[in-house]
C-alpha cells in the first residue's frame, strides 16, 4: 500500500481500472458458473444442430444410443413428427391411468360438438372433486363462457371446469364420457378408456401409443395449441367481473429456449407425474410422451434429459 500512495496521481488513475476489469473478470466467470455455463452450452449445441444438414430419422436411429437416455420416467415415447418414426421407447404399449391427460379428449369432444363458446356455464358443487377434494380457483357460483371454461381446464388444468364443460353437454355428463370413448375409437385408441371429463378417476386409461394418436389429433385444433401453450392467463368470472389469474402447469412453455407447440401434464397418484408435448427440438418436430414419472419435477428433467440427447444425436449424425 505504501508503494501505491508514493506513485505519481497519473500512475494511480492507470492501475485502479486495471484492478477494477480484473475483479470483474473473476465475478464475471464466477457468474457463469454452472447454469449460465450449461445454458451457453445448450446454445452451442443447437447451433451445430441447426448448421447441420438434414438427419432423417434411420440416420438418426443408427447413431442414437438409448442406454444413453436416463429417464425418471417408467413410460416414455419420443416421435419423430415428420416421418412418425419412434426415437425412443420404453413400455409405450403399457395401459395406465393418465391423469389430466385426458383433458386432452374433454376439449377434443367439446369442439366437435360445435357448441357457442359464448355460452355461459355456472359452476356448481356437482362439479366438485370428489374422489380426491383437488382445491379450485372456482367458487360455487362462478359463471364462466365456455371457451374460459375450456381455456382454464387445458391451461391450468381446472378440474371443476372440465366437470362442467362435460355436465353442460347434450345428454349430460354420461353422454360427454361416451363422446369421449367414441372418439377414441374413432382414433383407432385401443388401449384407451375415459370414465370421466377430468382425470381423477384412475379409470381414465390409455398407453403412450395411443395417447400420440390424442395428441395428434388435438393439435389439429388451433384453439387447443393456443390454449395449452399460454405461459399464463385469466379468466373472467362473469358474476363479479373478477379476474381468475393462474399459470400454465407446464413450466417449460415459460422458457424462452423450449419451443412447444402444445402440451399438457398430468398427476394422480396412480398415475405418476404425467406430461405431454409437441415441441421442435433438435432442430426436427417431435412429440413427447412421459408417464409415470418419480417426483413433480421429474417429467421437466426428463424433457431436457431428451432434448439434450436428440440434439447430441442429430450432431453425431449429421457430422
Same mark, same amino acid.
Given at each position: 500500500m505504501k508503494v501505491f500512495r508514493d506513485l505519481p496521481c497519473s500512475r494511480r488513475m492507470i492501475i485502479l481500472p486495471s484492478v477494477a476489469l480484473l475483479v470483474l473478470g473473476v465475478s464475471v466467470h464466477t457468474a457463469l458458473d454452472m447454469p449460465a455455463r450449461k445454458a451457453i452450452a445448450a446454445d452451442a449445441l443447437a447451433a451445430a444442430v441447426s448448421s447441420s444438414p438434414h438427419v432423417s430419422s434411420a440416420q438418426f436411429l443408427r447413431h442414437a444410443d438409448p442406454r444413453g437416455l436416463f429417464l425418471r420416467s417408467s413410460v416414455a415415447l419420443v416421435l419423430d413428427d415428420e416421418e412418425g418414426v419412434p426415437l425412443f421407447e420404453r413400455n409405450a404399449d403399457e395401459q395406465r391411468p393418465i391423469a389430466s391427460l385426458t383433458k386432452l379428449m374433454t376439449a377434443i369432444v367439446c369442439l366437435d /360438438? =360445435?357448441?357457442?363458446? @359464448?355460452?355461459? %356455464?355456472? %359452476?356448481? $358443487?356437482? @362439479? +366438485? @372433486? &370428489? !374422489? +380426491?377434494?383437488?382445491?379450485? +380457483?372456482?367458487?360455487?357460483?362462478? $359463471? !364462466?363462457? &365456455?371457451? @374460459? *371454461?375450456?381455456?382454464? /381446464? !387445458? *391451461? /391450468?388444468? =381446472?378440474?371443476?371446469a /372440465?366437470? *362442467?364443460?362435460?355436465r353442460s353437454y347434450p345428454g349430460g355428463r354420461r353422454a360427454f364420457v361416451d363422446a369421449m370413448n367414441t372418439k377414441a375409437e374413432q382414433l383407432g385408441m385401443e388401449s384407451t378408456d375415459f370414465s370421466d371429463p377430468t382425470g381423477l378417476s384412475s379409470g381414465n386409461v390409455s398407453s403412450a401409443r395411443d395417447l400420440a394418436r390424442l395428441i395428434e389429433a388435438a393439435a389439429r385444433y388451433s384453439? %387447443? &395449441? =393456443?390454449?395449452?401453450? &399460454?405461459?399464463l392467463g385469466n379468466v373472467t368470472d362473469l358474476r363479479s367481473g373478477w379476474k381468475v389469474e393462474f399459470f400454465n402447469t407446464n413450466r417449460l412453455v415459460r422458457r424462452k429456449d423450449w419451443d412447444i407447440r402444445l402440451s399438457k401434464t398430468g398427476y394422480i397418484a396412480d398415475a405418476g407425474n404425467c406430461l405431454v408435448m409437441k415441441a421442435e427440438l433438435a432442430d426436427r418436430p417431435v412429440t413427447i410422451i412421459l408417464l409415470n414419472s418419480w417426483g413433480k419435477l421429474s417429467k421437466f428433467g426428463d424433457s431436457n434429459r431428451i432434448r439434450k440427447w436428440l440434439g447430441e444425436t442429430v450432431a453425431r449424425a449429421g457430422a
Open positions: /360438438a =360445435e357448441l357457442p363458446l @359464448d355460452e355461459v %356455464i355456472t %359452476i356448481t $358443487r356437482q @362439479d +366438485r @372433486d &370428489r !374422489l +380426491r377434494g383437488s382445491k379450485s +380457483r372456482l367458487s360455487y357460483g362462478t $359463471r !364462466l363462457t &365456455r371457451k @374460459d *371454461a375450456l381455456y382454464i /381446464a !387445458l *391451461a /391450468a388444468s =381446472e378440474n371443476r /372440465a366437470n *362442467a364443460l362435460g384453439l %387447443i &395449441r =393456443e390454449m395449452t401453450t &399460454r405461459p
